[in-house]
């Protein structure tokens, strides 16, 4: 079955870096873009970033562009996500996601002095 289980999160004071992974299994990694989302309290769930099956092509949120870089590795199944200059409205739980539709649990992240 499709798992996508994401690690690295958690409390960070601002202007700080993390560095999160979802592992993925159950599907072929490499022929599927990947992305990450956030869900912060009372808030919609949002886009944050992609990258293409291949790793070639990435897209950001205009919130983050400049300090998250979205990258994959195939021959982990694994997709990364490295933030950087973290602020606290940052903060939020971090999402995995397939582009056939299946989420991760989540990853909290917290930006806070």
């Known amino acids: 079955q499709v798992q996508l289980v994401e690690s690295g999160g958690g409390l960070v004071q601002p202007g700080g870096s993390l560095r999160l992974s979802c592992a993925a299994s159950?599907?072929?990694?490499?022929?599927?873009?990947m992305s990450w989302y956030r869900q912060a309290p009372g808030k919609e769930r949002e886009f944050v970033a992609s990258?293409?099956?291949?790793?070639?092509?990435?897209n950001y949120a205009d919130s983050v562009k400049g300090r998250f870089t979205i990258s994959r590795g195939n021959a982990k199944n694994t997709v990364y996500l490295q933030m950087n200059n973290l602020k606290p409205e940052d903060t939020a739980v971090y999402y995995c996601?397939?582009?056939?539709?299946?989420w991760g649990q989540g990853t909290q992240v917290t930006v806070s002095s």
């Open positions: 996601y397939v582009s056939f539709g299946y």
């Open positions: 159950g599907f072929t990694f490499s022929s599927y873009a």
């Open positions: 990258i293409d099956s291949g790793g070639f092509s990435r």
